[in-house]
């Protein structure tokens, strides 16, 4: 069970942050999983008076404040006119609209949960963290940081030219995805780039990066062998939801599926 002290709402990020310094304090999102958990909270801060729950877009940026829920990413305009559907498809099997509505953008990147649909698909983005003491860093190098008293303040995706599409397996509708893949494309720095973010592997997701030059006619059996080549490079695990060897098996089936997707479009 959860126990809470004391629920402060700062009007700062500055108050928030310092309060959040205390060993027994937490900062809460949406509170979907914490709620779950079992902790003696002496002080819950409560980030939803900062202003944190907008996306802006700029000329250059994407900037996801930290809570902006599930359901305010899957509807973007702007994210669906730059990426297509590939986001709202990563986070619509993520239990329901009611849920998506409380569970924040902030609470699904700091917690770097290995099941994680939102950071398998903004992995694969050119993506960064806005952290309150600890500046702006990639998402890649945020995913592998140790857990630590920072505030997650925003996502900001760079914008530019890619293609980008989500794939994931789950056994049931609303479980957690056995395999959750992402793949993007675009020219980086003048030359073809290929982005692979593989998630629920059922550890944290990992990115993989590419300098593949893939014809758009690409057969079948060319994809199929560039696909296996992208899988075999990312460790796998086994749990209750499928073993290493079928999660691997996934990944290439999820992954030559995607970059066939990538490479029809216009
Ligand atoms: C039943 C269930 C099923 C789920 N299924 C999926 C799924 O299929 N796919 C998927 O991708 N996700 C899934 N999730 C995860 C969910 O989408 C959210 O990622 C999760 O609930 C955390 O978001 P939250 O806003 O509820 O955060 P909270 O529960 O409020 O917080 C989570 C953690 O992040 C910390 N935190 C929150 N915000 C910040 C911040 N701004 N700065 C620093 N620390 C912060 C909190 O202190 C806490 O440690 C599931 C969750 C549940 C409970």
Redesign the pocket.
């Known amino acids: 069970m959860l126990t809470i002290s004391n629920y402060v709402k700062p009007k700062t990020l500055e108050e928030a942050y310092e309060l959040n310094q205390a060993r027994n304090s937490?900062?809460?999102?949406?509170?979907?999983?914490?709620?779950?958990g079992n902790a003696r909270v002496k002080t819950i801060i409560d980030?939803s008076g900062l202003g944190?729950d907008q996306i802006e877009e700029t000329a250059h940026v994407f900037r996801i404040g930290?809570?902006c829920t599930?359901r305010q990413l899957e509807e973007c305009e702007g994210l669906k006119e730059m990426y297509g559907e590939g986001i709202a498809e990563a986070?619509r099997?993520?239990?329901g609209v009611q849920?998506r509505n409380?569970?924040?953008v902030?609470?699904?990147i700091?917690?770097r949960?290995g099941?994680?649909?939102?950071?398998t698909a903004l992995l694969a983005l050119d993506t960064f963290v806005e952290l309150y003491d600890g500046g702006t860093i990639r998402l890649s190098e945020f995913v592998n940081r140790k857990k630590d008293k920072?505030?997650?303040?925003s996502i900001i995706i760079r914008k530019s030219k890619r293609k980008f599409h989500y794939e994931s397996v789950r056994q049931t509708k609303?479980?957690?995805?056995v395999l959750a893949c992402a793949v993007v494309t675009g020219i980086v720095n003048g030359q073809e780039s290929w982005y692979f973010s593989i998630g629920a592997r059922p550890m944290k997701a990992a990115l993989l990066e590419k300098q593949w030059k893939v014809p758009k006619d690409a057969d079948d059996e060319q994809l199929e062998q560039l696909a296996r080549q992208a899988a075999e490079e990312f460790d796998y695990g086994s749990n209750m939801r499928g073993s290493a060897a079928y999660r691997r098996h996934l990944a290439e089936v999820l992954i030559r599926r995607a970059m066939r997707a990538v490479l029809s479009e216009d």
Do not use: E, K, N
């Open positions: 937490r900062i809460m999102g949406g509170m979907m999983w914490l709620r779950l980030l944190l930290a809570m599930l986070v099997h993520i239990v849920f409380q569970a924040t902030g609470g699904s700091y917690g949960y099941f994680s649909d939102v950071l920072d505030i997650l303040v609303t479980d957690f995805p």
